[in-house]
């Protein structure tokens, strides 16, 4: 699968095209198939994401895997401050990464 | 330490100004992120991995407690609570949103700091000695000279749109604490028949190809030293390669002609500028060199008592002597075992400022190491001096020692690297977590990069690591025989690379082998350097 | 086209030719400069040019910064044209570098060039302009 994901403009947050938004987390991620270059133009252009891009995931039971360990990093956080990632109170969430 | 007039705070305060318009016209679609990321670069502003990142300039890596107090600040209100101390002596801040940058800007500007300059193709942010004004072997303070480029190269209107960015470090003393020649330029300042100048090397620099910087010119007057850099300068821009970005730093344009050739080029263009007039009178380096005068010293020189053994190894770790009797140099490390290199809490931040407004004539040094500095310790005060760091868990005695590791950020945080930097550095810190240990194997730099334009100064390291992509799995190449010391030279790759845990490993059987080997005080790399890489490889591969 | 000009005399009608084109057949007063054409060819016909247009074609190649400082060091007094890809955001550097008339090839905000050129009372710096540097005001 394919997924769309870029940060936002003014939080610069890593954020994930969800089909009709964006999220910060990777779970709501939706397969943008062929079609991600025409949303990822029409959102940078409209200010809604920045530098935005387009990477191959996995689809898993627990949603989207991004194939490349630099967007699961993006996705969670930093391996080595679990404490600032999405899930700081999941001592384990860093496997996924991995 | 140098303080602005107006005029340095207006022209500081203007490019906050300037800066909010930007981002305000970006936010509101005026620009592209395109036209806006030389715009924002210039404010040291990045899109890493996860947010925004903010480096902010410490210019030639001194400040007072109250810039230092302001940087937890920034920490604390805009962060998530901490910085991190770089490879250039300044502080970045991870977590940063674009529509409060404007803000901390202005914040910083207070306390007489800015973040100009410190990314785009343009002259960066002036390095220099963290030991500057305190060490016995300077010929002369060299931070007035930085000082002076540091304006020079202020918004200069020729030298914003270079090929590519450009590094300047200024040095004054036979030992180099400030890896001077890998730099664009580096300047080692001396005196010859009673008058100060400075010997110019042109080239150097880390990243994908290491070069070691030629002497440019043997030494310049003070007061032709702008116009020759003009000269080296626009020599550069006019032909520096700018059809490869791989390609497009000054030392391969030295290469490329030939440091005899760049030499011809710039002698003739520095005929044609010094007849401009760029180059201020001494007196402006004398009014800047009047705010770097010595501190009032007043202590008695007495010893400081050894019996804490935790005291004792720390002072024989990490402090320096002093080129005034009765005061000491004192280096705080931001190592802790298992710890984020050049990581620094808000609250350890303040500890900091507050030991340097108590003890250190109000003054702190960001190293190259990512350490920190109080360069004007009484030695009745150190026992003091460290019981506060060691309540603060900043009083690590590793200073030089094998886990006083560099490390830029690495995949953890950076967007251009390609394999983690921190957790590598932890592993083997970890590793030589005994102090007996680690001091046995005395001075041993180790330094590691995530990818390889080299913030980690692998090449430069005793031991270097660099992280690559190897098919999507993080692996690590080992380089011996590094240094950015005044012996300086480029490290070697010993052989194919390893994953996290077998480099680890083979650092570990590096150290084993030096150690059998080792004769009389050699360190490692003068170890490595006598027997060369065959028993290492031996060992490691074998 | 021209979009900002701070020149009181009148605007050369002559188109600009390429520097090779006048080294050749040198009747024409108007020539451009690409980024890799070497400013210094035209110092000893300075005299007789009126325009000198400086191309970037992308604002990243800071080259014509480095060709027009050349150009009004050795006395150039015409029209100095930065041509092409130029921003708001670089309008202020270059007419301290000496450019005194800009084409952009996209049209840019009168306001924010105003802005831009109005932000800074001062410069660190001697360049081809007439500030003169803090550190000279500093010493009278």
Request: aromatic share 8%.
């Amino acid at each position: 699968m394919k997924l769309l994901t870029g940060n936002d403009l003014g939080s610069g947050a890593v954020t994930w095209w969800t089909g009709n938004g964006w999220s910060i987390h990777v779970e709501d991620a939706a397969d943008v198939g062929e079609h991600g270059e025409a949303t990822l133009l029409a959102e940078e252009g409209a200010r809604r994401v920045n530098a935005p891009y387009i990477i191959d995931a996995l689809p898993t039971e627990d949603g989207p895997r991004p194939a490349h360990i630099k967007d699961r990093i993006r996705a969670l956080g930093p391996t080595v401050r679990t404490d600032l990632t999405l899930k700081p109170a999941d001592p384990a969430a860093g496997d996924w990464i991995i | 330490m140098y303080k602005y007039d107006n005029y340095d705070q207006a022209m500081v305060d203007a490019r906050v100004a300037e800066f909010r318009d930007q981002i305000t016209r970006r936010i509101a679609g005026d620009m592209t992120e395109d036209q806006f990321k030389p715009l924002r670069l210039m404010n040291g502003l990045y899109l890493q991995l996860h947010a925004y990142m903010l480096r902010v300039a410490i210019p030639y890596g001194t400040l007072d407690s109250r810039q230092m107090r302001m940087l937890a600040h920034i920490a604390r209100k805009y962060d998530r609570d901490y910085g991190h101390f770089t490879t250039r002596q300044n502080i970045q801040y991870n977590w940063i949103k674009l529509e409060d940058c404007a803000d901390i800007l202005e914040e910083l500007a207070t306390v007489e700091m800015h973040a100009i300059q410190t990314s785009g193709n343009c002259i960066r942010n002036i390095s220099s000695d963290q030991y500057a004004g305190a060490a016995a072997d300077e010929v002369t303070d060299p931070r007035p000279w930085a000082e002076l480029l540091r304006q020079w190269s202020t918004f200069h209107p020729e030298f914003s749109y270079l090929p590519r960015k450009f590094k300047i470090a200024v040095i004054a003393a036979s030992e180099d604490r400030a890896a001077m020649r890998l730099h664009d330029i580096g300047l080692e300042l001396i005196r010859q028949d009673g008058a100060l100048g400075a010997r110019v090397f042109v080239g150097g620099g880390m990243g994908r190809t290491p070069m070691i910087a030629p002497e440019i010119n043997p030494f310049v007057k003070a007061d032709d030293l702008l116009s020759y850099l003009e000269a080296c300068l626009r020599v550069y821009n006019r032909y520096g390669r700018r059809d490869n970005m791989y390609k497009a730093r000054i030392k391969i344009l030295i290469h490329e002609i030939g440091a005899d050739e760049y030499r011809r080029q710039v002698a003739a263009e520095f005929a044609h500028v010094k007849t401009l007039g760029i180059d201020p009178p001494l007196a402006e380096l004398e009014r800047i060199t009047a705010f770097f005068a010595a501190p009032a010293y007043d202590a008695p020189d007495v010893e400081p008592d050894r019996n804490d053994p935790d005291f004792a190894v720390w002072l024989d770790q990490n402090v320096k002597p002093h080129k005034q009797a009765g005061y000491a140099i004192v280096n705080i490390s931001l190592k802790p075992i298992g710890g984020i290199p050049g990581d620094a809490t808000s609250q350890q931040i303040d500890v900091m400022a507050d030991l340097a407004e108590k003890y250190s004539f109000d003054e702190l040094r960001v190293t190259h190491a990512q350490n920190i500095v109080l360069p004007y310790v009484a030695k009745r005060d150190l026992y003091a001096v460290w019981q506060a760091l060691r309540d603060a868990e900043l009083a690590d005695a590793n200073l030089d020692l094998i886990s006083d590791i560099i490390a830029c950020p690495g995949l953890d945080y950076c967007s251009l690297a390609n394999a983690r930097s921190i957790p590598v550095a932890q592993k083997i810190a970890t590793r030589f977590a005994d102090m007996d240990r680690q001091r046995d194997l005395g001075e041993l730099k180790l330094k590691i990069s995530g990818c390889i334009n080299a913030c980690g100064h692998h090449h430069a390291g005793h031991i270097g690591i660099l992280g690559v992509d190897k098919k999507g799995v993080e692996n690590y190449q080992l380089t011996f025989g590094g240094s950015g010391a005044e012996d300086v030279s480029i490290g070697k790759i010993i052989g194919p690379g390893f994953d996290e845990d077998g480099v680890v490993d083979a650092v570990e059987k590096a150290t084993e082998v030096y150690k059998a080997l080792r004769q009389g005080d050699e360190r490692f790399l003068d170890t490595y350097r006598r027997v060369g890489l065959a028993p290492f490889k031996e060992a490691i591969y074998g | 086209m021209v979009e900002f000009r701070y020149r009181a005399d009148e605007v050369t009608e002559q188109p600009s030719v390429t520097l090779d084109a006048f080294l050749d057949q040198s009747n024409a007063t108007a020539v451009r400069l690409e980024p890799d054409d070497d400013a210094r060819a035209l110092i000893p016909f300075l005299d007789r040019l009126t325009l000198i247009e400086v191309a970037f074609p992308k604002y990243r190649d800071g080259r014509g910064y480095s060709a027009a400082r050349i150009l009004r060091e050795a006395g150039y007094q015409g029209e100095l044209r930065a041509q092409g890809d130029v921003l708001v955001d670089q309008i202020a550097f270059m007419r301290r570098c000496g450019f005194d008339s800009f084409a952009p090839e996209s049209s840019l905000n009168p306001d924010a060039v105003a802005r831009a050129l109005d932000n800074y009372d001062h410069a660190y710096q001697g360049a081809a302009d007439s500030v003169v540097p803090i550190w000279k005001l500093r010493h009278g």
